[in-house]
């Protein structure tokens, strides 16, 4: 391979009288020419390495194929609407639709309009509580900073101006006079999609009104926090504010809407656990929260003395972590027991009332609606289970199929089953392996290792249209639970942090080598693959045993473990990481597995391809850049090393399908190419 020529400067920074160089240190200026120029070779690298392998194209048609059939959301009800979503098949945005009682769907909103080349998407809706106006969110290029239009429903007129530079923000209605919502100042100094972003602020926007105009309610300099979100009580009478400095942890605060010019009280502070206000019934709250329960509980208190020391614990803790949601008046427990789901109906008075019977081992989602309602829709899925919606009686507990889905994909062919294995240090880990049925274990199977461990993300299983093409050419897709996740609450969270966090990428290995001895596949046919943590994943084993692995994909990855919190949010990933600046000891930690300083000359690595998007602005693409050029200096051998660089993108949510459709073409054909295997 012939990559671009990668200029070096003398860059360099001390931390505790260690020097550390960093040559490629330019190409974090996102708006410099000479890093659009290198962003331009080495697309240009790409393409022409993957316009080269033969079956790319049959491999594009036949994702068309499996993607184009219509797929829906689970409806919701606004007002006088139930509303769902809509994708004809390939579409590149799903379409929001609207009908009233058994009258004919019409369009409510069409984002494949909001630009020629769909990469501008639908960030989020919400309607007043009795559905006559809505506020919506669009992301431009899958940025995370957002435009929010606000129209009637009646006549889907707009009404007042654009508001702009909202991020990582909610919409909260306070009735119809206005809503609440979240954001940063826009960096002074920089890139838009690179610069530091410090103090959120919640801001109250009254319809009819500029934005400049509009309040600070908590937040900023005065009261500095990372993330700040707000919500409004199905009832109107409260607005709840969740404070946090990083993505684990936040305090709670309580203002009582009904009361003129009420005070903001504080229920919870520090940033020890994780809490959220889930409904009230009057003064009466019903909070999740780990505090003393680290797979979670539901306690009760009243507003007016809501601390923790009042509150009664209405749902206890067991052993699988909780979430839940409410509808129709009942309380919906769902429990992961292995990574899996499990629902339980409660009364608001903590009875439970029955177990769900799902239709197999799998993933929900759903279970919430608005108290009112009689019935509600939830969907389920799993590797091999294509999702599928249900309608659910939330008085005597029975489901019935609503849509099903139309994806060329027969289950009885495949099979999908969990395994447990041990890591480096003893840890039993679960796996899910998906296969065709019937296929012999001779060590020559393509297998995507597919892995994330980290900010108490759980992994369940869930249906990929992608993943077909790889079981079809009799391939094997595993899903390892590594600690950093979720699934085992905050003990396995916990575990795969700060100076923890090699037992994440010990348990990805041991998942590789389970693989190997079990002879599902041998190294020449085994693939990596993860996303932003999961990219940092990636690219931490890579350096630590690259003779395991054949291919890997690295995606939109957290690569520069010495510099990611100088960008965007990215100091809010310190209670996962740790900084260099905190500590010698976290400094040299981070040193070690940092992916893009662990990279060594003279050493073969997997062939890799490495994917991030110009507009991501929550990973920001430097780190993949840098990455790409040590990579490509230092690698050893024949197998390329190659970065490809989406343009109009963000960090994945809102793609269009064209984009997806491509990015995953190009995937299967780069690994299958490099384990000298075909496309049948």
Excluded at 122 to 135: P, Q, R, V
Excluded at 631 to 647: N, V, Y
Aim: aromatic letters at 12%; proline letters at 4%.
């Amino acid at each position: 391979m012939t990559y671009p020529k990668t200029k070096k400067t003398d860059v360099s920074d001390t931390y505790f009288g260690t020097t550390v160089k960093d040559p490629y240190r330019w190409l974090e200026d996102d708006r410099a020419e000479d890093t659009k120029a290198w962003v331009k070779e080495e697309n240009a690298v790409t393409q022409n390495y993957l316009s080269k392998i033969p079956f790319r194209n049959n491999i594009q048609k036949r994702l068309e194929n499996l993607w184009n059939y219509e797929k829906f959301s689970a409806p919701f009800k606004e007002g006088d609407y139930t509303y769902f979503y809509k994708n004809d098949g390939l579409q590149n945005q799903y379409v929001l639709y609207r009908q009233k009682e058994d009258s004919e769907p019409e369009i409510f909103l069409d984002p494949n309009k909001f630009s020629k080349d769909g990469t501008a998407s639908l960030a989020g809706i919400e309607f007043t509580k009795d559905g006559s106006m809505a506020a919506y969110q669009i992301s431009e290029g899958g940025s995370d900073w957002r435009k929010v239009i606000i129209l009637n429903t009646s006549d889907k007129k707009i009404i007042g101006d654009t508001l702009t530079d909202i991020k990582f923000s909610g919409l909260a209605w306070k009735g119809k006079e206005g809503f609440y919502y979240s954001s940063y100042d826009k960096p002074s100094e920089g890139s838009q999609l690179s610069g530091l972003t410090q103090f959120h602020k919640l801001y109250y926007h009254k319809l009819g009104t500029s934005q400049k105009d509009d309040q600070i309610i908590f937040g900023g300099e005065k009261m500095p926090r990372r993330y700040i979100g707000a919500g409004v009580t199905e009832d109107s009478r409260y607005l709840i504010i969740s404070a946090a400095e990083s993505t684990t942890g936040n305090e709670l605060y309580i203002q009582d809407l009904s009361e003129p010019n009420s005070k903001i009280v504080n229920i919870v502070t520090g940033f020890k656990g994780d809490h959220s206000i889930i409904d009230n019934q009057g003064s009466k709250l019903y909070i999740h929260t780990n505090l003393n329960a680290p797979n979670y509980k539901i306690v009760t208190v009243d507003a007016s003395a809501a601390g923790p020391a009042n509150w009664k614990d209405l749902i206890s803790e067991t052993e699988n972590v909780l979430s839940v949601s409410t509808g129709g008046g009942k309380i919906f427990a769902s429990y992961l027991k292995d990574a899996t789901s499990m629902v339980m109906q409660f009364s608001m008075d903590g009875k439970a009332e029955r177990t769900i019977q799902l239709p197999g081992v799998g993933s929900e989602g759903g279970f919430n609606a608005k108290k009112q309602e009689k019935e509600l829709y939830y969907t389920f899925t799993s590797y091999i289970y294509p999702p599928t919606i249900f309608k659910y009686n939330i008085a005597d507990g029975k489901s019935e199929v609503f849509k099903k889905s139309a994806v060329d994909f027969d289950p009885s062919k495949y099979e999908s089953k969990q395994v447990f294995y041990n890591s480096k240090d003893g840890t039993r880990i679960p796996m899910i392996i998906t296969y065709k049925k019937g296929l012999e274990m001779n060590g020559k199977n393509p297998t995507l290792l597919y892995g994330y461990g980290g900010f108490n993300v759980s992994l369940t299983p869930s249906f990929s249209t992608s993943n077909i093409v790889l079981l079809e050419q009799g391939g094997i897709f595993a899903v390892p639970n590594l600690r950093g996740g979720g699934e085992y609450g905050d003990k396995w969270h916990n575990a795969g942090t700060k100076l923890l966090k090699q037992n994440v990428f010990d348990d990805f290995i041991a998942a590789a080598e389970y693989l190997i001895s079990n002879k599902y596949t041998s190294t020449n046919y085994l693939a990596i693959s993860g996303g932003s943590n999961g990219g940092l994943l990636v690219g931490a084993v890579m350096s630590q045993r690259p003779e395991l692995f054949k291919v890997a994909f690295p995606a939109v990855g957290v690569l520069d473990m010495l510099r990611y919190n100088k960008f965007t949010a990215g100091a809010g990933w310190a209670y996962d990481y740790g900084t260099a600046e905190e500590s010698k000891e976290m400094f040299e930690y981070l040193l070690k597995y940092s992916p893009y300083h662990a990279l060594k000359p003279g050493v073969t690595y997997p062939a890799t391809l490495i994917t991030t998007a110009d507009h991501d602005d929550r990973v920001v693409p430097a780190h993949s850049f840098k990455y790409a050029a040590r990579l490509q200096e230092f690698h050893k051998g024949t197998s390329p090393a190659l970065i490809r660089i989406e343009t109009n993108a963000g960090h994945g949510a809102g793609k269009p399908t064209g984009k997806i459709i491509e990015e995953q073409a190009d995937k299967w054909a780069f690994m299958l190419y490099n384990m000298g295997l075909t496309f049948k």
